[in-house]
């Protein structure tokens, strides 16, 4: 069936030219709180915003605990009205930020973004103690439906704020393909009911007419009903008379009551990690011309052993995706399914950004290190297992950024700090926008260091004198 899927969606886009526009663009940012800027924040916001809107690459926020950064990032998104990006250094803080982020913004898109695994065990060898570590890994369903839900709004509405941890610097699968395996549907044009179905299916949908659920579609006689991978309690009910699509309803698939009438669905893949036949087919020879050559420099160096471990592994996950599109520990080929170049930074969240984003590093003096870090740490397991023939050596091409390619891709950033790094004062030339007085009106009491010795007597000293 995936075969046949670019065929379908040239058929039925022919017939119904998909629309171009984003579907819920225009929309502005708007703060709903009863909350006005006080102490520092007008200060720093009006300065930001001049400097957001006279180009400057690079700000830097100083502003004490307390003193409302977060309130002052949201009037700065506000008063720009651009896409924005906020990078927490962890999930905890990141989903702290996202529940604030959401309460001021409840009628704008306000997303999160982070690794979507309970837990993570890397595959990995020990060559000292001739230990393999297989991947182990649990996805939790609940993030992976935001990550969808971020990626479509992206791709499908300008009043968009994502807050996202620093594993947004990992691969994704590339924008390209995700926006082109997207199939439009429209109200009172005409669809074979029997090439949607194939459609869904080459979408990475289940159908699953007992148990609904994410991720899946049913169909019932006329009825064609789909639940969508960004959607959490909404599914899309289609009408169908004969090949004409009489009616689009969002519904409860709890209750199976009808939300509202729409005119205009766009259902997007399943997987973030779509990738059409054709790209396919043109991976799988790529993968083994470099196994061929891989095995012969193993054998030149008499590593028979890795030789064969290597023959044997990748020619088994060659078999699983030409017979089902994907195998196990896919993502270590996907230089050759992202077609990129040998060294060529991997596709990531920052690609389905547009260009006026505006980006927010918060916590930077602890977020820009870690930017920094986290390319060397992959880089070392990668090239083990590839040297000892567990791996391709392409597989160290999928990888998180690095340090330089961030900073080269990114766009217009603010970093946010009670004590910024000294690389982010070093773009700002020294330069920064402080925040001292909180909105209560209050600043930190004066603190006054004495040595250790003696303490006790000293402390006793001082409780005799204020009595």
């Excluded at 949607?196 to 009825?223: C, H, M, P, W």
């Excluded at 890795?306 to 996950?317: C, I, Y």
């Excluded at 969240?349 to 740490?377: A, R, S, W």
């Amino acid at each position: 069936m995936q075969n046949t899927y670019q065929d379908l969606i040239t058929d039925i886009q022919s017939k119904n030219p998909a629309i171009s526009e984003k579907l819920e663009g225009g929309k502005k940012f708007k703060i709903k709180s009863d909350f006005k800027p006080a102490g520092d924040q007008p200060e720093a916001i009006k300065k930001l915003v001049q400097g957001t809107k006279k180009n400057q690459f690079n700000q830097v926020l100083l502003g004490v605990t307390g003193s409302g950064k977060t309130f002052t990032m949201a009037k700065i998104i506000e008063e720009t009205n651009r896409p924005a990006l906020i990078l927490a250094p962890n999930k905890t803080l990141a989903a702290q930020l996202y529940g604030e982020m959401k309460a001021f913004f409840p009628d704008n898109a306000v997303e999160y973004f982070v690794s979507y695994y309970d837990y993570y065990t890397p595959e990995a060898y020990v060559p000292r103690s001739d230990t393999y570590i297989e991947k182990e890994a649990s996805i939790n369903e609940q993030i992976d439906r935001m990550r969808h839900s971020a990626t479509r709004s992206l791709l499908e509405r300008d009043d968009v704020l994502i807050v996202a941890s620093v594993s947004c610097i990992y691969g994704l699968g590339s924008v390209e393909a995700y926006s082109k395996m997207t199939l439009t549907l429209e109200r009172n044009n005409d669809y074979n009911r029997e090439q949607l179905i194939k459609s869904l299916v080459a979408l990475q949908y289940k159908r699953n007419d007992q148990n609904f659920y994410r991720g899946t579609f049913r169909a019932r006689g006329e009825y064609l009903e789909i639940f969508p991978s960004h959607l959490e309690d909404r599914a899309w009910r289609l009408s169908l008379f004969g090949d004409k699509l009489e009616k689009i309803e969002e519904f409860d698939p709890l209750t199976g009551d009808q939300v509202r009438e729409l005119n205009l669905v766009k259902v997007y893949a399943n997987s973030h990690y779509i990738t059409p036949k054709p790209t396919i087919e043109q991976a799988v020879i790529k993968i083994r011309k470099e196994l061929e050559l891989t095995l012969k420099k193993h054998k030149a160096e008499n590593k028979l052993l890795e030789a064969q471990r290597l023959e044997e592994r990748t020619k088994f996950d060659l078999e699983m995706i030409e017979a089902t599109g994907t195998c196990a520990g896919i993502e270590n080929y996907s230089r050759f399914l992202s077609g990129r170049k040998p060294g060529e930074p991997p596709p990531t969240l920052f690609e389905y950004f547009p260009d006026n984003t505006l980006i927010f590093v918060d916590e930077c003096h602890v977020t820009v290190p870690q930017l920094n870090g986290m390319f060397k740490g992959d880089r070392s397991r990668k090239s083990t297992l590839a040297e000892y023939g567990f791996r391709l050596p392409s597989c160290m091409d999928n990888r998180p950024l690095k340090f330089e390619e961030w900073d080269l891709m990114r766009t217009q950033t603010v970093f946010v700090s009670a004590t910024p790094g000294p690389w982010e004062l070093e773009q700002t030339k020294g330069k920064f926008i402080d925040q001292v007085i909180r909105p209560t009106g209050l600043i930190d009491p004066p603190v006054e260091i004495k040595p250790a010795k003696n303490q006790v007597d000293d402390l006793m000293h001082e409780c005799k004198k204020n009595n």
